[in-house]
């Protein structure tokens, strides 16, 4: 198995203490899976993302990604793997102003040692982003600085995608093609994708889906 | 990763080369000014230890002509056979240079060449080739047939060293000396001086005459200077690495996010800082030199007329003095960003929804830097009562000024809290409502404006008062309208020459006595209306003038009275066995030790072998010219001899005008940092403006009139800082001039109030801050409608 989350509990303080987020979650993902995390508003599901990207700790339960138990490493070891095991698509884009979209694109493949422009190129023109590569994510659309977002998680070859809302920006015609392009890509590398969406047609989409309430597997 | 990531950090500079050029000329000026004024002070000292080592001015105990003149050699040969320990030395001038002869086989160790000169061997000395060691600038003037002039910077400027035969055959004093120097050291056993050579006298070492120590309180206000000058400059890269770091905030969390430690991370970013400042500390470097090389000349002039010292009025390259530029720089760089960098290292991961704790969390912080601020204002006030000494005096200065800058956002959040309570329509509550949500972005900033402010202020103040009391000292002691000097035997033939020509004759006549234990000089001063007329007291008797004519006290200096501790009354010894009380203390601008004035008889019948060879002459200001044409054509005195009062008066001023140069020049340099920290801040808010500013757009204001409201912002927030500004400074002048300059000349001088200077340092104020905010004003006026909407394109 790829992911596996287990009892996985998560709170965070409130004005009149600890308002629990996640309770006791069991999820496991496997290698080329795809999976929609749906759920209403606070559910848990940006907060259940971020700890199977080991960008957060969880208060208990244990997290596996690719064999490495990811609650035992510390911050050096954790952003190691996110640095190469893992492609993240913000629900924010988190685009590096400073940059060009080419330069944004490649940012993570390089810092996992795995740059490859020709891989980059397909992706470009996957996406149909190559008319924008010298430009800066100030002088994109929303639709455009998402498409790059997910060109730079799918650029580094990660084994695991975990994408926050990665149509919200589109319309139903773009947000279709993107997701093609997305889902052809994931399937291409062998990576397995999770994906929080509110959108019934993107979950559509996945192999499975799995729905939060109240921070627990329903 | 490394390389990745450096050049994603360094990606944001080149989308934002202005916050570049920013950060790095807001380090490189504070870095300048730093370091200008420490080119200057180590510049004048270096000539200073160069002075003092050239004859140990001060150092040794010499042994003197009792009635002036030189000496013969064979009393040195005289003196070193009765078991003194004596070197000789000859000294006079030759093309206007000051040469000095010595004989280094005899002077003690630490004296003369020897001590300074590099590459200067004894051998050279005592051989016949006898070089001249000359500072670099009097080397060019001492072009001598058959002697080689070998230039040495560290000498002191105008002054030449050789051997001493050499030096005799030069001057043409064969034979003679002018004095000797007596070694630290000498024999258990030795004759007695005035057995050995009855016409010689033993001068002491002189106490609190060093060169250096004189001067210390010129460079003591210019090293504040610079000091104050340095923290405008920190605030200024305080604020620029705040905000670059605040607009870097995303791109290192996504960093991170992405794979990069955050250890590693906060390395890079304190790296990038330190390349930085290295680089901006070298520009501020070579902007130093410049600055510094511009001043220079003034500074020494200024140092020479105040002090008669000699200060090369050139500028030396001093690598000590270009590292510790650098060190500064890194240091300060390290100072202001050691906050933004923590907070970097502690910054979580993922953003938190707690945007209301972050502002409630930066007013409990706001809160307490204002009471800290107040904490030290009470410090400084409880020093300022109890306090003394010049640590006190520095305490004082700082506790005043870092407490001011920490409380002046309190201050100004306040008078906006009180404007936005008055306020009726929309838009102006709108306007104070916004200005108060800026002021934590711009508190640095105009810390930095009240900073410079108050220095120029302060500053200002003391070097404008210290002007007034000094011409007025002038006038009080050059009122005759002439002086004129001869030798003895020309005193009575030119007594009877300027006799029928003049009002009054007044002698001149002095003598070097201890006065309450301390170095100092005895005048006598004949009873005339220009005395009584012209001096005013600092503290008196009745009827000063009337007792001292009848010889019943005497008066003396500030100096004499605040380094013993004497007031009027108070009895002093002026002759063994003769105490006389105080009559009256005067303050003494122009002279570093104690004097003593008693009446013309009583200084002759105490010290009858001193005649008086120098005169005031008193008559009418348009016969002057006649007098002097007089006086040299007829009379055959030199041009040199005579002294025109105004000549004097001018030089004194020209003094002072070259004084007020080098304040004024950094007055407007740091204000011009204080303009470049509010431009900086106002133009790195810009672009986190625009989503506050879009709505009201949306509302209706035009673009011109959002662009006319910020400038009215900043010239409003200028304005209440330099309201906040005047008494600080005003209380820092305080300082300086009744215990700083108390501590460092012995005098405490009247401070006197500038109002029309404080306008105008006002105005300059405004027009710096309106200025800095014109730029991004005018950025927002032109802002294209596109970029305000999509603030609202990109609102979710």
């Known amino acids: 198995m790829l992911l596996t989350l287990h009892q996985i509990t998560k709170s965070y303080p409130g004005p009149e203490g600890p308002v629990p987020v996640l309770q006791g979650v069991d999820l496991t993902l496997a290698a080329g899976e795809t999976m929609a995390l749906t759920g209403e508003s606070g559910s848990g599901k940006s907060t259940l993302l971020h700890l199977a990207a080991a960008l957060d700790r969880p208060d208990s339960g244990t997290i596996t990604l690719d064999g490495t138990l990811v609650s035992t490493l510390d911050d050096r070891g954790r952003a190691a793997l996110r640095r190469s095991r893992v492609g993240i698509v913000f629900q924010q884009f988190n685009l590096v102003p400073s940059l060009t979209v080419a330069a944004n694109i490649a940012l993570q493949a390089r810092m996992a040692g795995r740059h490859d422009p020709d891989r980059d190129r397909a992706l470009v023109e996957s996406l149909g982003l190559t008319p924008h590569l010298a430009k800066y994510p100030e002088q994109l659309s929303g639709g455009q600085q998402q498409r790059t977002a997910i060109a730079r998680a799918l650029a580094a070859r990660p084994a695991l995608i975990l994408a926050d809302e990665p149509t919200g920006n589109l319309d139903e015609a773009t947000a279709e093609g993107v997701l093609d392009a997305m889902l052809a890509l994931v399937a291409e590398t062998g990576a397995a994708l999770l994906a929080v969406t509110h959108s019934a047609r993107v979950a559509a989409r996945m192999s499975r889906q799995v729905h939060l309430r109240e921070g627990r597997v329903a | ?796």
């Open chain 2, 1 to 796: 990763m490394t390389a990745a990531a450096l050049a994603t950090l360094l990606s944001h500079w080149r989308r934002n080369p202005l916050q570049l050029v920013t950060l790095v000329a807001g380090l490189a000026l504070a870095t300048a000014l730093w370091s200008a004024v420490q080119a200057i002070n180590a510049e004048a000292r270096a000539s200073y230890d160069a002075a003092a080592a050239t004859l140990g001015e001060g150092q040794f105990a010499q042994i003197v002509a009792t009635e002036g003149g030189t000496i013969p050699e064979a009393s040195f040969v005289a003196l070193r056979l009765g078991g003194w320990l004596v070197s000789p030395v000859v000294e006079g001038r030759l093309n206007g240079i000051r040469l000095i002869g010595i004989e280094p086989l005899t002077a003690p160790g630490g004296f003369g060449p020897l001590a300074t000169v590099e590459g200067a061997e004894l051998g050279d000395f005592v051989t016949g080739a006898a070089p001249l060691f000359a500072h670099p600038e009097a080397a060019a003037s001492l072009a001598l047939p058959g002697v080689e002039v070998i230039a040495q910077a560290d000498l002191a400027p105008g002054t030449a060293i050789t051997d001493i035969g050499q030096a005799q055959r030069l001057l043409g004093l064969e034979g003679q000396i002018s004095l000797m120097i007596v070694a630290p050291d000498q024999p258990l056993q030795q004759g007695a001086l005035a057995d050995l050579a009855p016409d010689l006298t033993l001068r002491p070492p002189v106490e609190g005459a060093d060169p250096a120590r004189l001067s210390d309180s010129f460079h003591l206000n210019l090293t504040a200077f610079g000091a104050l000058s340095f923290a405008v400059g920190l605030l200024i890269v305080h604020s620029a690495v705040g905000l670059a770091f605040e607009q870097r905030r995303p791109t290192i969390r996504t960093l991170r996010a992405l794979g990069m430690p955050g250890g590693r991370l906060t390395v890079l970013v304190a790296a990038e800082l330190a390349l930085l400042a290295l680089a901006a500390g070298a520009v501020g470097l070579v902007l130093g030199y410049v600055i510094a090389g511009a001043l220079l000349p003034d500074v020494a002039a200024t140092l020479r007329g105040i002090y008669g010292e000699a200060v090369a009025g050139s500028l030396a390259f001093r690598p000590a003095w270009a590292l510790s530029g650098l060190a500064i720089a890194l240091v300060g760089t390290a100072l202001a960003a050691a906050g933004a960098l923590w907070d970097m290292a502690r910054m979580p991961l993922m953003e938190v929804a707690q945007s209301r704790s972050v502002v409630l969390a930066a007013a409990r912080s706001a809160r307490a830097r204002a009471v800290l601020g107040g904490v030290l204002l009470a410090m400084a006030l409880v020093v300022a009562a109890f306090g003394s000494g010049l640590v006190a005096g520095f305490a004082l200065l700082g506790g005043l000024l870092v407490g001011a800058a920490l409380i002046l956002p309190l201050m100004i959040d306040r008078a906006l809290a009180f404007g936005q309570s008055r306020a009726t329509g929309p838009l102006t509550e709108w306007f104070w409502a916004d200005t108060r949500a800026q002021l934590p972005g711009l508190s640095l900033a105009l810390a930095a404006l009240l900073l410079a402010m108050a220095a120029n202020v302060g500053v200002s103040t003391m070097v404008s008062s210290f002007r007034l009391t000094f011409t007025g000292f002038i006038d009080q002691r050059l009122a005759s309208e002439l002086y004129v000097y001869t030798d003895e035997a020309g005193v009575e033939p030119l007594l009877v020459f300027v006799g029928p020509q003049v009002e009054a004759v007044l002698p001149l006549m002095s003598v070097e006595r201890e006065l309450a234990g301390l170095p100092g000089q005895i005048y006598g001063a004949r009873d005339h209306a220009t005395y009584r007329d012209n001096w005013t007291f600092l503290d008196s008797v009745p009827d000063v003038w009337d007792r001292l004519a009848a010889g019943e006290g005497v008066i003396v200096n500030e100096q004499l009275a605040r380094r013993a501790g004497l007031s009027p009354g108070d009895p002093l010894t002026v002759a063994p066995g003769l105490a006389l009380p105080i009559l009256g203390i005067h303050g003494d601008y122009g002279n570093p030790i104690g004097q003593a004035i008693v009446t013309e008889d009583l200084f002759r019948s105490l010290f009858p072998e001193v005649a008086p060879t120098r005169f005031g002459l008193r008559l009418p200001p348009d016969q002057v010219p006649a007098l002097v044409a007089a006086l040299t054509e007829d009379f055959g005195l030199p041009e040199v001899n005579v002294v025109n009062q105004s000549d004097l008066k001018a030089l004194s001023l020209e003094i002072f005008e070259r004084t007020f140069t080098v304040t004024e020049a950094l007055n407007v340099l740091t204000l011009a940092v204080a303009g470049l920290a509010i431009l900086m801040s106002l133009l790195t808010l810009a672009g986190m403006r625009l989503p506050q500013l879009a709505p009201v757009w949306a509302l209706g204001l035009t673009r011109l009139r959002l662009g006319q409201v910020e400038l009215l912002r900043a010239l409003l927030l200028a304005s209440l800082t330099a309201l906040c500004a005047l008494p600080l400074g005003l209380v820092l002048a305080w300082v300086l001039l009744a215990i700083v300059n108390v501590e460092a000349f012995g005098w405490r001088l009247p401070m006197f109030l500038f109002p029309l200077d404080y306008v105008r340092l006002g105005l300059l104020t405004l027009i710096a801050a309106g200025l800095a905010a014109l730029w991004p004003a005018l950025r927002l006026a032109r802002t294209p409608p596109a970029a305000l909407l999509k603030v609202f394109a990109h609102e979710r």
